[in-house]
């Protein structure tokens, strides 16, 4: 799932700069960088590099073990038996998902361990959206058509990212994500093809979760002083604007594709652009919910301290009667 | 904090004839335990005939290395494949 | 005959339905990412399964898999106690994923073999995936009895609350004997002996002690069940129930 560079609005947004580095390496690595190379464990990296990857790609995999409470939220009220399958598989594709970034993240020298602290005490962060409530079925279907729409778009071009494995898990992604937005956008079309309440619920989750996504793609490029730096090392390949624009033109013909309407008065075609114009984003809501303040932020991170804190028991016998085995084993 | 599980790789051979490739890693105490994680980690959709864990702290070389471990996969998933749902063409982008 | 079909199949697949709904409980919330995966994938073979068998028992009824799944009562499910137990801690679940898992292995073996070419299908099918939940449930005995102290606590207190549920599970209910003789349905009395040897196996790698032997609870197969399942039911059923006639 997809998650920006979350930074607070007030907070220094001076590039991520380290002490000296080999100017020959970092020159060297730049035009590696340049020529669409990959950039792998063992090589060198400057700092900035290692520390804005491991930020981008953790704060990916946090998206993804915290989407799944939204949608987890719903799999024992899935309203038919196809319904709860396949939520069922797309929630444990998210997290396979989280799996393949944490994997990613730790190939730069960070543990699973440690990530997790830093979600849990609040330091990393993780996509806006998830910090909505799932209050109607037809959330589930908003969800997998806008959510994970708003993700292809952002994965898909990070297929190429310069950082190997991040590339090689997006890939990965890539392939498992279209049949989650399809699974959506089927539970709209069913719900916007319904009873009168049917439609009512479509609608109502379109309106609660439409400012939500265009929020995904983050701050504004003039509020993103590193878009800049992370361009021009393959980890970002297009700004926040851009890839929001291109959410709202796919995104607008599919909802009168089935009779909704997107809850901004200022939406129009333009056609000089060849493009939707389209209002002004809450940003004080943004800046709030990156912030930790969204409606369930504390829902959410209570869910996963629970789980983790409980689980200790559970994780500490796996490893006693490892050692156990181990030891036996050595014995013989 | 209870210590951590530790790190394994997961190589996957998608078919007989084919060569095993590295796909990411799992936590698991055990090597029971890092197999299962990798079958449901990385041979969701019928990837795999052949799986190997091996702890990461063992690897030497730094290139994907190769591996194998047999499993049988589930075939009938066809859910998660988009061809699964019908979306009328009219509907772009999707 | 047909009904006694029909009937025999609900068990199967109310069995492996609500078992996966308590499964899907889990999702979020395990002790680590990797077993919140094995757990999902687990619960969706059984969802499943369940699909398969609810479907195959609807055919003799006119209605679909999904009329039965969310318009049945409490009396008209046909599941064994033992899997509407409440998950509990993650040993509980693992005990109650222990005897099933092993149990429904054994069942499904003999079910492959069944004169109805359908169940027969669906069994060979499934046992491939019930393998590897017993499995699974058995390598956790084995990791939480002779893990720490406390799991070990915690994985004898999951066993004696599942343990009264085990005997339900070699109980021939009525109209399945005659089943049974036209060679459709296994004789789950004739898999007791195994299903003890496999459980004491695996207690023995996990350094625990057989629970003690108890009065058996019994009655899910003729829709006499604990007081959990009308809640699992709730909200399983919620949205069909509340919107009748729609589609979703």
Same mark, same amino acid.
């Not at chain 1, 959206?129 to 037809?138: C, D, K, Q, R």
């Given at each position: 799932m997809y998650t920006t560079e979350l930074k607070d609005k007030?907070?220094? *947004?001076?590039?991520?700069t380290t002490v000296a580095e080999d100017t020959v390496k970092l020159a060297a690595f730049e035009a590696r960088v340049a020529a669409d190379d990959f950039i792998e464990p063992k090589d060198w990296m400057p700092e900035a590099y290692r520390k804005t990857l491991v930020r981008q790609i953790s704060q990916h995999a946090h998206s993804e073990i915290v989407g799944m409470l939204p949608e987890g939220n719903w799999i024992t009220r899935a309203p038919s038996l196809r319904r709860k399958a396949v939520l069922l598989a797309k929630v444990q594709d998210e997290g396979g998902h989280g799996l393949y970034l944490y994997a990613a993240a730790e190939t $730069?020298?960070?543990s699973r361990d440690e990530m997790i602290e830093a979600l849990h005490s609040g330091r990393a962060k993780y996509s806006t959206?998830?910090?909505?409530?799932? $209050?109607?079925?037809?959330d589930i279907g908003a969800i997998g058509w806008l959510v994970d729409g708003a993700a292809i778009l952002n994965q898909v071009p990070l297929q190429?990212? *310069?950082y190997g494995p991040y590339a090689r898990a997006m890939v990965r992604i890539c392939k498992e994500e279209s049949f989650h937005q399809r699974q959506g956008y089927e539970i709209m079309m069913a719900l916007s093809a319904g009873s009168p309440e049917q439609k009512r619920m479509a609608q109502n989750a379109l309106d609660r979760w439409w400012w939500p996504s265009l929020m995904m793609f983050g701050p504004p490029d003039e509020n993103s002083p590193n878009t800049a730096q992370s361009v021009r090392w393959r980890i970002k390949r297009e700004t926040n604007d851009e890839l929001r624009q291109k959410f709202v033109d796919v995104t607008v013909p599919q909802a009168e594709a089935i009779g909704l309407s997107v809850p901004d008065p200022k939406l129009a075609w333009n056609e000089a652009r060849g493009s939707y114009d389209f209002g002004e984003i809450d940003w004080d809501e943004f800046y709030a919910v990156v912030r930790g303040e969204g409606p369930v932020a504390k829902e959410r991170v209570k869910a996963r301290v629970e789980a983790w804190e409980s689980g200790a028991w559970v994780r500490e016998a796996a490893n006693a009667h490892a050692a156990k085995r181990a030891h036996r084993a050595a014995a013989e | 904090m209870t210590k951590e599980w530790p790190l394994w790789e997961v190589f996957v051979r998608a078919k007989n004839g084919l060569a095993h490739k590295h796909v990411g890693s799992v936590h698991a105490a055990d090597d029971r335990m890092a197999i299962e994680a990798a079958r449901d980690t990385y041979t969701r959709r019928m990837e795999g005939v052949s799986l190997w864990v091996v702890r990461s702290a063992e690897i030497v070389a730094s290139d994907p290395g190769e591996g194998a471990a047999l499993f049988e996969p589930a075939a009938d998933k066809v859910y998660r494949h988009p061809t699964f749902y019908s979306i009328p063409e009219n509907v772009k982008n999707i | 005959m047909a009904d006694a079909l029909s009937n025999y199949a609900l068990q199967l697949g109310d069995d492996s339905l609500i078992l996966g709904q308590r499964l899907s409980e889990w999702c979020g919330h395990a002790p680590m990412l990797e077993v919140d995966l094995s757990l999902a994938n687990i619960a969706l073979d059984l969802v499943g399964q369940a699909t398969f068998f609810l479907k195959f028992a609807g055919e003799a009824r006119g209605v679909d898999a999904d009329k039965l799944a969310f318009h049945r009562d409490v009396l008209d499910f046909k599941n064994c106690l033992l899997v509407e137990q409440p998950n509990g801690d993650f040993a509980q679940t693992i005990a109650r994923q222990f005897l099933f898992a092993n149990w429904q292995e054994l069942l499904f073996r003999e079910l492959?073999?069944?004169?109805n070419e359908m169940l027969a299908a669906i069994a060979a099918k499934a046992v491939k995936e019930v393998a590897y939940h017993a499995r699974f449930a058995n390598e956790w005995m084995a990791r939480l009895g002779d893990g720490t102290a406390e799991s070990r606590e915690r994985i004898v207190n999951g066993l004696e609350w599942v343990w009264r549920f085990g005997d339900e599970l070699f109980a021939v209910e009525q109209t399945v004997e005659p089943l049974i003789a036209s060679g459709v349905a296994p004789d789950v009395r004739t898999l007791r002996a195994e299903w003890d040897a496999r459980i004491a196996r695996t207690l023995g790698e996990a350094t625990l002690e057989l629970p003690k032997p108890r009065r058996a609870v019994v009655g899910g197969r003729i829709g006499h069940h604990s007081e959990h399942l009308g809640h699992i039911l709730s909200a399983m059923q919620f949205l069909p129930r509340a919107y009748p006639g729609a589609q979703w």
């Open positions: 007030n907070q220094k *947004s001076a590039p991520v $730069l020298g960070t959206i998830f910090n909505y409530p799932t $209050l109607t079925w037809a190429r990212t *310069s | - | 492959s073999r069944s004169r």
